[in-house]
């Protein structure tokens, strides 16, 4: 069987704040229905690795390749608002906190980041409408983030890290802050919704439950990859829930 295709790369990265490097020549490649785990000690390089992947930070060294629909894309040389554009429209992300806008209800939180790439407010919210039925929150399109359990927000998260289609998703500690039960709702929420449509997740994890349940374990120290383990799945079908 054939490999699947790799959809980000990443090569000889190397990151420093001042004495310390935070990555160390880090070479990474993530591909298409695969979950990858970044697990380390705090200060192990690991969020720095996921921020350099996702083009938030910039490294000093290497190279970091996006396999778009328009072409190869090196992220490390992009502008910031070429890199800001790419964010928006290639990736989602889900924090540990969330990071939604309490004052918007769950449907315009998962609109956002549609509205922002010009899509009509009618469309976009009927769109994000059919995200969050899909992740089980039918029904609670109208309640403000106040209004949901814990769980139920970082559903709404992850229910805006999906809507635009994203190819990669980033998840930073994403049931760092969930009991044991909705920690492995949510994940489960999470792979599903991704990997169901070929798409990738790269996660940075504490929890080996979490790590467990991703395709391969990659592990971080003194901003060099340790080890790893696991093994990129077979190609995966399509997910039934449209762009």
Sequence with gaps: MNETPVILS??????????????????????????????????????????????????????????????????????????????????????????????????????LPLLLTGHGRAQAEAHAARWLAALGLAGMEQRRIGQLSGGQAQRVAIARAQATGAKVLFADEPTGALDSATSADVMTALLDSTLSRGHALVVVTHDPNVAARCSRVIRMQDGRITGAQGATPAPVSASEVSR
């Design 10 to 111: 990443a090569s000889g990265l190397v990151k420093t704040y001042g004495e310390t490097r935070a990555l160390d020549d880090v070479t990474l490649r993530v591909r298409a229905g695969e979950a990858v785990a970044i697990m380390g000690a705090s200060g192990s390089g690991k969020t720095t690795l996921l921020h350099t992947l996702a083009g938030i930070l910039t490294a000093d060294a290497g190279s970091v390749t996006l396999d778009a629909p328009i072409g190869r894309i090196r992220i490390d040389q992009l502008s910031d608002k070429e890199r800001s554009r790419l964010r928006r429209e290639e990736f989602g992300f889900v924090f540990q906190q969330g990071l939604l806008i309490p004052e918007l209800t769950a449907v315009e939180n998962v609109a």
